[in-house]
């Protein structure tokens, strides 16, 4: 089902790790409708992933950049310019990793280094990205910046422990910062607030497949899986959304607006 939304526009994916990723579903779509992109990750995920299969069935260059990283990303606006032939007219931030959760660190009992690098990694990369892109003009005007985020920057979810705060900073500096990319070259930066998906992020967090079975049940249309969350990047990166920006837009089945479903309490 392509329309060519996406016609000609050049793209900077970040995040693909395997074909279970969300940014492997949107990095596939894009192309679909018509982009060119880059692809990116941490140098480490380069070596342990499958995104050099990526590359090669999208004919993708692929650059490394560790998203903490100024360096890093620097020469991947640099190179992704260079590769794709001018400004950049979409961002795929689709990044997370919490150093707590995977050494199963309680949420009272946190370690605070780790917690600085959960923060760095998971939000402040999103205003490390923006910010370098300002700094390089390399965003074209009306380009649309996407990031992914959950429901827990909101409401309470124990498990998702100190990624409910690397979320809600990351949805806080899409607001501040999609104001200074929209006054300065009506750039768009938007999150979207993503259903329970099967990847290696998500499945990190204890207990997921109950809770995932539980989100897919209150929600009247089910969980969204990544193909579908795919399909709204796309609209979110073309032309048809060039007034949305500074949103936290939920992307869910309509799980945000529940309280509760009569098919769950029936269950008990
Ligand atoms: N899976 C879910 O249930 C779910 C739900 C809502 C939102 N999200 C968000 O979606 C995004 C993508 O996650 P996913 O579920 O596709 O999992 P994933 O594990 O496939 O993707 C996470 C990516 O972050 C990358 N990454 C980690 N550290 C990095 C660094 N320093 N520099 C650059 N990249 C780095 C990893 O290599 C990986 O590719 C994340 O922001 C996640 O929090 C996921």
């Excluded at 100024?70 to 931030?93: A, P, R, W, Y």
């Excluded at 760095?120 to 700094?135: E, G, L, N, R």
């Excluded at 399909?231 to 529940?258: A, E, K, P």
Aim: with cysteine; aromatic share 8%.
């Amino acid at each position: 089902m392509a329309n060519q939304l996406l016609d000609s526009k050049r793209g900077i994916i970040f995040g693909a790790l395997d074909e279970h990723s969300i940014a492997w579903k949107v990095a596939e779509r894009c192309k679909e409708e018509g982009a060119i992109v880059t692809l990116t990750n941490a140098p480490v995920a380069l070596r342990m992933g499958k995104i050099q299969e990526l590359g090669e069935k999208l004919d993708a260059e692929i650059i490394p950049a560790d998203a903490t990283n100024i360096d890093d990303l620097t020469d991947l606006f640099k190179k992704s310019m260079n590769s794709l032939g001018g400004k950049i007219d979409f961002v795929l931030h689709s990044i997370g990793m919490s150093v707590n959760v995977r050494k199963q660190k309680p949420y009272t009992d946190l370690n605070y280094d780790w917690m600085q690098k959960s923060l760095d990694i998971s939000a402040i990369s999103f205003h490390k990205v923006m910010q370098t892109a300002f700094h390089q003009d390399a965003l074209s005007d009306g380009a649309s910046v996407l990031a992914l985020t959950y429901i827990a920057a909101q409401r309470v979810f124990p498990d998702y422990s100190e990624m409910a705060e690397a979320k809600a900073l990351l949805e806080s500096f899409a607001r501040s910062f999609g104001y200074h990319l929209g006054a300065a070259k009506n750039i768009r930066v938007n999150t979207i607030s993503q259903s329970p998906t099967r990847t290696t992020a998500g499945s990190g967090i204890k207990g997921f497949d109950t809770f995932f079975d539980y989100a897919d049940k209150m929600s009247p249309l089910g969980n969204a899986d990544a193909s579908s969350c795919a399909d709204f990047c796309v609209v979110m990166f073309s032309d048809l959304t060039r007034m949305i920006t500074m949103q936290n837009i939920y992307h869910d089945g309509g799980f945000s607006s529940m309280g509760m479903n009569p098919a769950l309490l029936n269950e008990s």
